[in-house]
Nanobody
Framework: QVQLVESGGGLVQAGGSLRLSCATSGRSIYTYNMAWFRQAPGKEREFVAAISWSGGITVYADSVKDRFTMSRDNAKDTVYLQMNSLKPEDTAAYYC??????????????????WGQGTQVTVSS
């Protein structure tokens, strides 16, 4: 079992930045692909970014490409999402997810076995 705990959310003005963290416990995530998803009120959960177990492959949704950067520190069993140039439409609860897989990271939520409780990001205009 892997437990995921997100942190770093908050209220920020448009154009600002936030860095989300996802700390894991239970077992090492060294062989896990990791991802961030988000869900705004009244909308379906959507893919944001994913990173391979080694950190060598990252995948981003078109809506966040060139603004968000996902990274990982396997020694700390933690993944990060650096969010720059935030927009009001980025407002959502952000969730960390993990999949025990050494293949290319996936953008589909059902691929991931473990989920955190989420952290709220609110971007004011």
């Amino acid at each position: 079992q892997v437990q995921l705990v997100e942190s770093g959310g908050g209220l920020v003005q448009a154009g600002g930045s936030l860095r989300l963290s996802c700390a894991t416990s239970g077992r090492s995530i060294y062989t896990y692909n990791m991802a961030w998803f988000r869900q705004a009120p009244g909308k379906e959960r959507e893919f944001v970014a994913a990173i391979s177990w080694s950190g060598g492959i990252t995948v981003y949704a078109d809506s966040v490409k060139d603004r968000f950067t996902m990274s990982r520190d396997n020694a700390k069993d933690t993944v990060y999402l650096q969010m720059n140039s935030l927009k009001p439409e980025d407002t959502a609860a952000y969730y960390c997810a993990a999949a025990p897989n050494l293949g290319r990271p996936n953008m589909v939520a059902s691929y991931y076995n473990y989920w955190g409780q989420g952290t709220q990001v609110t971007v004011s205009s």
